[in-house]
């Protein structure tokens, strides 16, 4: 039987205190930018936290030991388009040999429901960890999508990380694929009548590349 995901807040201080910067109105774009990765590298931290480790021997200039290096699989970074791509390079902090894979999807203004438009992939998927970041999980449809099109090519260890997740993503994104581990800065209260999440950070997107 495949594993159950979990769902974890991670409720660091450093993260909620700098999620509350990029929550402002009147946080600005280099600000915003900065701060998205700064968050993603301390989410890394703890996202990482399961990865599996081996015996080596090291040389050190005293003596011959016996320590642990990474073992098993490669992480892949796969940022949702366009705002998974603030998320990358905080990530790259901790994890600088991450290959990263691209989906671009963007969520249509009227239905609410994605539409995916691209999709480039390192190879042989089955054998990588990966990391589906996305600064918000609303409905949970482009999340979902995500999935949908990894698992289609291949790949089986999944990880979703995002900063600000609303109940109905959330519970709509383990209902599809309850194999997967989901994590979030923030779960907030729900989505308004536009698919916005309240309250939110409004469209992590456009805050990012100062766009409207
Ligand atoms: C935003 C966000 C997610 C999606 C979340 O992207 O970055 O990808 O909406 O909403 P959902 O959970 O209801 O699918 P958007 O479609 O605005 O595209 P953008 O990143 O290009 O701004
Ligand atoms: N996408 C965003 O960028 N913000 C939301 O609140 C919901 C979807």
Do not use: W
């Not at 894979?101 to 992939?121: A, I, N, Q, S, W």
């Not at 990894?150 to 109905?168: D, H, N, Q, T, Y």
């Amino acid at each position: 039987m495949a594993k159950l995901g979990k769902f974890k807040v991670l409720d660091h201080p450093l993260i909620q205190h700098k999620l509350s910067i990029i929550r402002d109105k009147n946080c600005g774009t280099r600000e915003f930018r900065e701060v998205v990765n700064e968050i993603a590298e301390l989410m890394a931290y703890e996202v990482s936290r399961d990865m599996p480790l081996e015996d080596c021997v090291i040389e050190t200039p005293i003596a011959k030991a016996k320590m642990k290096h990474l073992a098993g699989k490669k992480v892949v970074i796969v940022p949702i388009l366009r705002a998974g791509l603030g998320m990358v390079d905080g990530i790259l902090e901790l994890i600088p040999a991450a290959k990263v894979g691209h989906v671009g999807m963007y969520r249509d203004e009227k239905t609410l429901k994605p539409v995916e438009y691209f999709v480039k992939m390192p190879d042989n998927l089955a054998s990588r960890e990966i990391f589906i970041v996305d600064p918000m999980l609303a409905t949970g449809g482009s999340a979902i999508m995500a999935v949908d099109a990894l698992k289609k090519r291949g790949a089986v260890s999944i990880k979703f990380v995002c900063l600000v997740a609303a109940p109905e993503g959330v519970k709509a994104l383990r209902e599809k694929h309850p194999d997967i581990d989901i994590f979030a800065a923030a779960l907030d209260d729900h989505l308004n009548e536009n698919g916005y999440i309240v309250p939110g950070l409004g469209d992590a997107g456009d805050r990012l590349f100062g766009t409207k």
